[in-house]
């Protein structure tokens, strides 16, 4: 496979910008696909370049298996990206499971040499915070309570019982991913991070959200929005324009941070 092919695989651009001088790859929620971020796109393709990731056993990788790790998806999102990641500023934004595979994709990248401007991780706590959630053992029943808990599937979906099945294996990966991710409470990447969290998560507290502090050694800061674990929805506006404020003045933001 090509690094061309690759890249079209793993990651897709709904709004080609070559000629834009930063770009922003985004990562999705467990059971999420690179089309949830289409409105970023959208919306930041004036200033940025936006790619949205692809994980496998979805949509048109249904076919594939989905490594079922965090660390062996970050391995493989790497290898794919690698030679994108390095050919302009880069920016990272990932959401719930998205973020900790951001985080590890950034972790490579800074190992190999290469540089990340920003991570903005949302609706995750940080990779040292654990707790012990089993949602990837229920039965299908399960799973999908879980999805309603926190409203990231489609209403519509999860009363398709056909395209729920053919996800559902996709989903219950991903939760298996997540659930067993152990991260060094040591590791840090040098790039600033920005934590974005809904002040009504069930999956992550203003104090988990918090301690993504530890995790870099550049700037950090909390930003703490109304809603629940996808509070992207209802706070787009507001998420947004941080995006393209940082994004556009990424050089002010300084070692000192801001809380």
Not at 55 to 68: L, M
Not at 82 to 90: K, Y
Not at 192 to 208: M, Q, V
Request: hydrophobic share 40%; aromatic share 8%.
């Amino acid at each position: 496979m090509t690094t061309t092919t690759a890249e079209g695989l793993w990651a897709r651009c709904y709004h080609p910008a070559p000629d834009r001088p930063r770009q922003l790859v985004c990562f999705p929620h467990a059971g999420g696909s690179a089309p949830f971020f289409f409105p970023v796109s959208a919306e930041l393709s004036p200033v940025a370049e936006v790619l949205s990731v692809q994980y496998p056993g979805r949509q048109d990788r249904r076919a594939e298996t989905s490594p079922g790790d965090i660390a062996a998806m970050a391995d493989q999102v790497y290898a794919a990206l690698r030679g994108r990641l390095t050919s302009r500023p880069t920016a990272f934004f990932g959401h719930s499971m998205g973020a900790m595979v951001a985080f590890e994709v950034a972790r490579r990248l800074e190992a190999d040499g290469g540089e990340l401007t920003h991570l903005f991780a949302s609706g995750r706590r940080a990779p040292s915070r654990y707790r012990a959630e089993s949602v990837h053992r229920r039965d299908d029943d399960g799973i999908v309570a879980e999805l309603k808990l926190l409203s990231g599937t489609d209403a519509s979906l999860l009363g398709d019982e056909e395209l729920l099945r053919m996800i559902l294996p996709a989903i219950r990966s991903d939760y298996t991913a997540v659930e067993t991710y152990r991260c060094d409470p040591g590791a840090a990447i040098k790039a600033p991070i920005t934590a974005l969290t809904g002040d009504n998560d069930p999956r992550t507290t203003l104090e988990e959200a918090e301690d993504w502090r530890a995790h870099t050694t550049g700037a950090f800061d909390l930003r703490v929005y109304p809603g629940g674990h996808f509070f992207l929805s209802s706070q787009a506006p507001a998420v947004l324009a941080l995006l393209r404020e940082r994004l556009t003045a990424s050089e002010e933001f300084t070692q000192e941070g801001t809380h």
